[in-house]
């Protein structure tokens, strides 16, 4: 099937199937925590469904480090470089996210069948870092729809494999060990292997080309890890001061958040050629009106979301993970529901800031952000339980949203002033 998608010449027939696996491989991408846990919760104790909840968010957090904001660098990259230096500096930050992964299990006395766990989630992940560096250079190539296949192949066969490994073994460790060895081969097969069909410059990696793109990349990446530790704050803390339990109920409750980002990263990420065409042009009334659109769209998929959310979420959730005791968290689901809300707000404010070419303002909004939410989340929870940690995340997501906002429409103005 890949060496036939490859083998495609029909432009159309790309660009078709191209939209056709990146909606598949998104959606797989999105709710893989969410799946796996459902899993977890019908096969596992409660205990060891919330160390799974803690290993999804801490890899989630420093896959970050792995992926490094090069993804994007890479796709739109001008300057020639080579695909063995892109390969090394890619190795070179999974390697340190795996290195940082083992020291904060160190540094927090995990106990070792909680860190077991913990490193397999990230090895996990770092296996999606390395195929992430073939496939950006597949997309750059113009095969979307072989970089956005692969990824999708990866993501139904890790599926299968965990489900079926935890529901035949019922011993968590087995299934994550199962689905790294399960990644480890589907990278070599699909994202190595195809580096063959297409044609590349062999030459050695040169330093100082490497050492630049470390460089140029890491405000993308601390920007990245920013906005997924605002998102998960809570569930680091509750892991310092509540049991497993405790952590697979918030778990449990705060997953489905996703489905707000997702879908509004839908509705927005196809204008963003459109918006960027239309600022270039200085066509201001045609950029107001796009972003007015999506605002409005984005608005009324997170109000139908919250509203949904305290009116089925609870029962909903309930059933599907099959246990009891969630209605304690349902003021907590909706609050998250609302930081999800503002992070999809942030999220496409963040892409119009960039078309103003603002990057740099925007890595210093977010590192205030997260320096204020890191110093305020630890007594708010000692003091106001997981409530008053869920509302103070907020309280900083919506925060920072207000602040790319009038940054927005301040730069909006004045392009105006300027040129309209």
Not at 116 to 144: H, N, P, S
Not at 221 to 247: G, H, R, T, W
Request: proline letters at 2%; a positive charge.
């Amino acid at each position: 099937m890949l060496k036939r998608i490859i083998q495609e010449t029909d432009e159309r027939r790309i660009a078709r199937r191209g939209k056709l696996f990146i909606v598949a491989s998104g959606g797989l991408s999105a709710a893989f925590s969410v799946i796996i846990l459902i899993v977890a919760a019908r096969s596992l104790s409660l205990e060891e469904t919330g160390i799974l909840t803690i290993a999804l968010a801490i890899a989630k957090l420093l896959l970050n480090i792995g992926k490094y904001g090069m993804r994007n660098y890479q796709v739109t990259d001008t300057h020639e470089v080579y695909f063995s230096e892109w390969l090394v500096s890619r190795v070179i930050t999974t390697v340190v996210m795996m290195v940082v992964s083992v020291g904060y299990c160190l540094v927090n006395g995990y106990a070792q069948y909680k860190a077991c766990i913990i490193l397999l989630v990230c090895l996990l992940y770092a296996g999606e870092c390395m195929e992430d560096v073939y496939t950006g250079f597949y997309q750059k190539e113009g095969r979307l729809d072989v970089s956005s296949y692969i990824q999708t192949v990866r993501y139904v066969v890790l599926y299968l494999v965990f489900a079926i490994g935890l529901l035949f073994s019922r011993n968590l460790m087995a299934a994550c060990l199962f689905s790294v060895l399960a990644t480890a081969l589907l990278v070599y097969i699909y994202s190595v292997r195809t580096l063959r069909y297409f044609p590349h410059r062999q030459a050695a990696p040169r330093k100082n080309v490497v050492a630049k793109l470390l460089v140029d990349c890491f405000p993308l990446c601390l920007m990245s890890f920013i906005l997924i530790y605002l998102s998960n704050a809570p569930k680091y803390e509750i892991d310092k001061l509540y049991d497993s339990d405790v952590q697979a109920y918030f778990g449990f409750v705060s997953m489905p958040i996703f489905a707000i980002s997702l879908l509004s990263g839908f509705i927005f990420q196809p204008q963003i050629v459109n918006l960027s065409h239309s600022w270039k042009e200085r066509n201001f009334s045609r950029f107001e009106k796009i972003v007015r659109r999506q605002f409005v769209y984005i608005l009324v998929v997170s109000l139908l979301c919250i509203v949904l959310g305290w009116l089925l979420g609870i029962p909903f959730l309930s059933l599907l993970y099959d246990v009891e005791g969630l209605e304690a968290y349902k003021f907590t689901f909706v609050v998250l529901l609302i930081g999800g809300a503002g992070t999809a707000v942030i999220n496409f404010l963040a892409a119009l800031l960039v078309i103003f070419r603002l990057q740099k303002l925007i890595l210093y909004a977010h590192i205030v952000t997260g320096l204020g939410i890191f110093l305020s989340i630890k007594p708010v929870i000692r003091y106001f339980g997981i409530n008053g940690a869920t509302i103070d995340a907020t309280l900083w997501i919506l925060a920072l949203a207000a602040v790319l906002w009038v940054v927005y429409l301040v730069n909006v103005r004045e392009g105006k002033k300027l040129y309209g």
